[in-house]
């Protein structure tokens, strides 16, 4: 049982590993690409240090300054976003190319292919987002602990795994329906006021703080947050990193039963690629 777990976790790495080599080098094939991020990215910290300013220092919410605030919110729910939209676009791109049939082929499984095509992006996005905190942190002048980075790690991981559930779940949509993306852009445009990406969401109306609440996201940005403010592993930090881990726990297991339902309904009215 153990060696078979072994040599299929060896597989995996070695086609993630494939994937991954395959990705850097159409990336550094188009550097304008890479150049025009990063510019981008300094663009965006400029207009949140300005903006942050403009508002002044007396506005501190949840207890943070008003640049950390909008930093860790609008950055990690674009990553999530994003985290979302690379497994959407894995299925896309291939139904357009007309190479899902044969992907879904191989022996590896439906699920499994899908987030490995997605993942190399997933890192991507993820060491971005690392480098925009970091860089904004720096801005900021804002101390930071070895407790703080083993939290935030511990908060990127598991909203990783949130973003690959919910990246799942509108992949099967997009199987269904082919129009995943615009499922997702109108399920992202209704949600970032939901998870305070740039206001707390104790501003929100009441009914409404429960809705947010059940919301992923939410949680991930107050937990991101709190790990770069608290000063250890808070009581606060705890509940939310755990609540986060819940929404893991549970959202994965329903994406892949999601896709993999999608997937085959999908064979048999043969319309895995576009007509």
């Known amino acids: 049982m153990l060696v078979s777990i072994s040599i299929s976790l060896v597989r995996s790495l070695d086609k993630f590993t494939a994937l991954l080599r395959r990705d850097l080098l159409t990336a ?76 879904m082929t191989t022996p590896t499984g439906g699920s499994t ?5 997605a993942l190399s992006s997933l890192t991507a996005r993820g060491l971005t987002f690392s480098m925009y905190l970091s860089m904004g942190l720096l801005l900021a002048s804002s101390s930071f602990n070895s407790a703080s980075l083993l939290a935030c790690v511990i908060v990127v991981v598991l909203s990783f795994a949130v973003a690959a559930a919910l ?12 129009r995943g993306s615009a499922i997702l852009w109108l399920l992202g445009s209704a949600v970032w006021m939901l998870v305070g990406a740039m206001f707390p969401v104790s501003a929100l109306p009441r009914w409404v703080q429960f809705v947010s ?36 726990i549970v959202s994965l297991p329903i994406g892949f039963i999601m896709f993999e339902k999608a997937l085959r309904h999908a064979r048999l009215s043969g319309s895995l690629s576009y007509c």
Not at 113 to 117: F, I, T
Not at 167 to 178: E, K, N, P, R
Not at 229 to 235: E, I, K, L, T, W
């Open 167 to 178: 990246g799942l779940g509108t992949a099967a949509l997009q199987l269904l329906t082919h």
């Open 28 to 103: 550094l094939r188009y550097r304008s690409g890479l150049v025009l991020a990063a510019a981008g990215g300094a663009l965006e910290l400029a207009g949140l240090y300005y903006l942050s300013r403009a508002i002044g220092p007396s506005f501190r919410p949840e207890g943070m300054d008003s640049y950390p605030f909008l930093l860790v919110g609008t950055g990690l729910y674009s990553f999530l976003l994003m985290g979302v939209s690379c497994v959407v676009s894995a299925i896309q791109e291939a139904q357009q190319a007309g190479t899902l049939e044969v992907l």
């Open 213 to 248: 609440l059940a919301i992923p996201m939410t949680h991930a940005i107050t937990a991101m947050r709190l790990a770069l403010v608290s000063p250890g592993f808070s009581a606060a930090l705890l509940r939310e990193t755990a609540v986060l881990a819940a929404f893991a």
């Open 113 to 117: 292919l899908l987030l490995l095509s």
